[in-house]
């Protein structure tokens, strides 16, 4: 596609149940990355992929957040059992790898609110 | 770990001013890219200018340029003739594999 796609841009949940936030990448990109971003706060990194391998979960919250990616493509997002703390916006981006290419290309974001 | 410290969490400059957001690093790597990105209210993040480690000439993006202090772990943009449309969070980053960012400058540009 033309850029990172993300979906549901707004999704509203209840406190305990199980969302699912999906990206769809830049095709070629072999890199993949979800970021966490609170009200008025900073990006928080969780998750980055490369191709469908998960180098470095070492952002994830909790056991209650799980993500994949499937054909070096799609990626999803699951959180089990939402907390209110939960809430925020969850960005995804693409890149090519190696040292000649740098830049992250964002999607627009799932907005996440945990009732 | 690499940190990225960005000590302004709100500027408000008027319009056609230059503005310097400034942005420290901490790393044992020699070799890296440095970011910038803006996301407007929209939240769409777009990179605004970007930097190699092992370069030592500042970049430049039209009204946008760094001052790259490698040795300093210094990495500060400067946006001259300022826009109402520059008005936005500015977040610096860092990248070895993954991309470190910054916590963001909200920067408002008064007409």
């Known amino acids: 596609g033309a850029g990172v796609s993300q979906s549901p841009s707004n999704k509203v949940t209840e406190k305990g149940k199980d969302v699912e936030l999906r990206c769809d990448p830049i095709?070629?990109?072999?890199?993949l990355y979800w970021y966490r971003q609170s009200l008025g706060q900073g990006l928080e990194f969780l998750i980055y992929?490369?191709?469908?391998?998960?180098?470095?979960k070492s952002g994830l919250p909790s056991d209650r957040f799980s993500a994949e990616r499937t054909g070096g493509s799609v990626s999803t997002l699951t959180i089990q059992r939402t907390q209110q703390e939960d809430s925020a916006v969850y960005l995804c981006?693409?890149?090519?790898?190696?040292?000649?290419?740098?830049?992250?290309?964002f999607g627009e974001g799932s907005r996440l609110t945990v009732l | 770990a690499q940190t990225v410290t960005q000590s302004q969490p709100e500027m408000s400059v008027q319009e056609a001013e230059t503005v310097t957001l400034s942005c420290t690093y901490d790393?044992?790597?020699?070799?890296?890219?440095l970011f910038w990105y803006k996301q407007p209210p929209s939240r769409q993040m777009i990179l605004v200018i970007r930097?190699?480690?092992?370069?030592?000439q500042n970049a430049t993006e039209n009204r946008f340029s760094v001052n790259f202090q490698k040795a300093a772990k210094s990495f500060s943009l400067k946006i001259s003739d300022s826009q109402l449309g520059d008005t936005a969070m500015y977040f610096c980053?860092?990248?070895?594999?993954?991309?470190?960012f910054g916590k963001g400058t909200r920067l408002h540009i008064l007409p």
């Open positions: 981006a693409s890149s090519l790898m190696g040292l000649a290419v740098g830049e992250l290309f």
């Open positions: 980053a860092f990248r070895d594999d993954k991309i470190i």
């Open positions: 095709s070629g990109h072999t890199a």
């Open positions: 790393t044992s790597e020699s070799n890296y890219y």
């Open positions: 992929f490369q191709g469908n391998s998960a180098p470095d």
């Open positions: 930097q190699e480690a092992y370069k030592q």
